[in-house]
C-alpha cells in the first residue's frame, strides 16, 4: 500500500512527508520535484513569505545512489522563515481559517492551530506527489493542472497534449491555457488586493495515458474516485470537487451524460485495449475505476481567509468585538493550488497503481503491467 503523512509546522524548521510503501528501482530526479515545489510558490497574487522561501526538497531516507530502496522515503523541505520560537499568540481568530474551531477543540490558542492549518503545509504535500508521478512516468502515465476560473473569469481549458497544454500553462502568470488573458486577471487580483480582500477560483487537473481498471467497484474506500475526492477535498481551503461532467451531470438526461462505447480493432494493441469514448463526460471513471479515458479532476477554491482588512471577530480572552487578526498573506493562491491538486491527485493515482500491480519493485510492476494488458487483450 502506496500512502504518505506530513509534519510540520509552517514557521517550524521544516516541513516533512513519510512516504511509506514506494516500489523499489526508481531513479529519483530530484530536480524534478524541486520544478514542483517552485511552482507551486508561484502564479500571480502570492504573498511575502514566498520571497524568503526557496523551496527544495531532500531526502533524508529512502534512497541510495538516487535509487528507491523499497524502505520508507522521508522527504523534508527546509522552512527559512523558521521563526515559531519567537511567534506569540493570537487571540483574534481569522473567520474561515482553523482558528477557531482549531482552539476550542484544543482547549489551547490559535498559534498552536494555524501553524498546522497553513497552507505552507501543502509543500510536503507537492513533495510526495512530485515524487509519485515520476513513478507514473514510468508507465506513461501523464499529469497536469491549470487554472479554468479566477474569482469571477471564467477562462476554460482547452484541446491539446499535455505537453502542448504544459507550455501554454507555463506561459500564463496564473497558470491557466488563455495566457492572452492575463491582464484582465492580474488587474482584478491587484485591484482586490488593493482593498485589502482575497479572491478563489477553479483548478482543473487532466491524467492522460492511464490503463483500464485502477480502482475497484468493490469497496466504498478503495474506490478511487472517492479517494481523489478525499485527497482534493483535504487540499486548504477546497470547498467542492467535481470529476468529469460533476454538478453539470444532474442538470442533463442519461443521454447527454454517458459515453458510448465503440471498439476499433486496430487499436487492440493501445492501453485502451481498443475500445473508444466519443466522449469523456464520466472524467475517466465509471464505478470507482479507470475506463481508459483521461481522468479530469476540478475543484473549487475559496477566497484566503486572512484578510488585510480582516472581518469582524472576537477577542478569544476578553470575549469583546475586534477585528480578526492580521500578519500577511497572499491575496491569491489559485495558481498554487492547481500545483497542490495536480500533485495530491498524482500520488492516489500512483497509489492505484501500486494496488493493482504491486509495490515491491519498478520491475515487477512492469512486467506484471504487461501481462495484464496481454491477458485482457485474449480475452
Ligand atoms: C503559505 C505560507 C504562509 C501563507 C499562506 C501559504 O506563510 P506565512 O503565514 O508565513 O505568510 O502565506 O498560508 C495561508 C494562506 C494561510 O492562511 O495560512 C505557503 O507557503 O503556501
Known amino acids: 500500500m502506496l500512502r504518505y503523512w506530513t509534519a510540520g509546522e509552517s514557521h517550524g524548521p521544516a516541513l516533512v512527508a513519510l512516504v511509506d510503501g514506494f516500489p523499489a528501482g526508481l531513479a529519483v530526479d530530484k530536480a524534478g520535484i524541486d520544478a514542483e515545489l517552485v511552482r507551486r510558490q508561484g502564479g500571480y497574487g502570492r504573498g511575502g513569505r514566498q520571497r524568503i522561501e526557496t523551496d527544495a526538497v531532500t531526502f533524508l531516507s529512502g534512497l ?90 471564467r477562462l476554460g481549458d482547452r484541446g491539446g497534449t499535455l505537453a502542448e497544454l504544459r507550455t501554454i500553462r507555463d506561459s500564463s502568470a496564473i497558470y491557466s491555457l488563455h495566457p492572452q488573458r492575463d491582464p484582465e486577471v492580474t488587474d482584478l487580483i491587484d485591484r482586490v488586493g488593493k482593498e485589502g480582500d482575497t479572491l478563489g477560483g477553479v483548478v482543473e487537473v487532466r491524467v492522460d495515458g492511464l490503463p483500464i481498471g485502477l480502482g475497484t467497484h468493490a469497496q466504498w474506500d478503495r474506490k478511487l474516485d472517492g479517494r481523489i475526492a478525499q485527497a482534493v477535498m483535504a487540499v486548504q481551503a477546497i470547498k467542492g470537487v ?52 483521461p481522468l479530469v479532476v476540478r475543484a473549487a477554491m475559496k477566497p484566503i481567509s486572512t484578510l488585510r482588512k480582516p472581518l469582524e471577530s472576537v477577542n478569544l480572552r476578553t470575549k469583546e468585538p475586534e477585528e480578526a487578526a492580521y500578519e500577511r498573506s497572499d491575496v491569491c493562491a489559485v495558481s498554487a493550488a492547481s500545483v497542490i491538486v495536480e500533485n495530491v491527485v498524482a500520488f492516489e493515482v500512483a497509489a492505484a497503481l501500486v494496488d493493482k500491480f504491486g509495490g515491491d519493485s519498478v520491475e515487477e510492476m512492469q512486467a506484471r503491467w504487461r501481462l495484464y494488458h496481454d491477458m485482457a487483450r485474449a480475452r
Do not use: C
Request: aromatic share 4%; proline share 4%; charged share 25%.
Open 64 to 153: 541510495w545512489h538516487g535509487v528507491t530502496l523499497g524502505s520508507p522515503l522521508a522527504l523534508e523541505v527546509v522552512n527559512k522563515d523558521a521563526k515559531l520560537e519567537r511567534l506569540e499568540e493570537v487571540e483574534r481568530p481569522r473567520p474561515g481559517h482553523a482558528d477557531l474551531p482549531g482552539a476550542i477543540k484544543h482547549l489551547g490558542g490559535v498559534r498552536a492551530v494555524l501553524e498546522r492549518a497553513s497552507a505552507r503545509e501543502t509543500a510536503a504535500r507537492v513533495a510526495a506527489g512530485a515524487l509519485a508521478r515520476q513513478l507514473l512516468a514510468v508507465f506513461g502515465i501523464e499529469v497536469a493542472g491549470w487554472v479554468t476560473e479566477l474569482g469571477p473569469v
Open 242 to 293: 467535481e470529476i468529469g461532467l460533476g454538478f453539470e451531470a444532474a442538470r442533463r438526461r442519461g443521454s447527454q451524460v454517458h459515453d458510448a462505447i465503440h471498439y476499433e480493432a486496430g487499436e487492440r494493441g493501445s492501453a485502451t485495449l481498443g475500445f473508444a469514448r466519443p466522449t469523456n463526460n464520466a472524467g475517466g471513471l465509471e464505478a470507482g475505476m479507470t475506463n481508459g479515458q
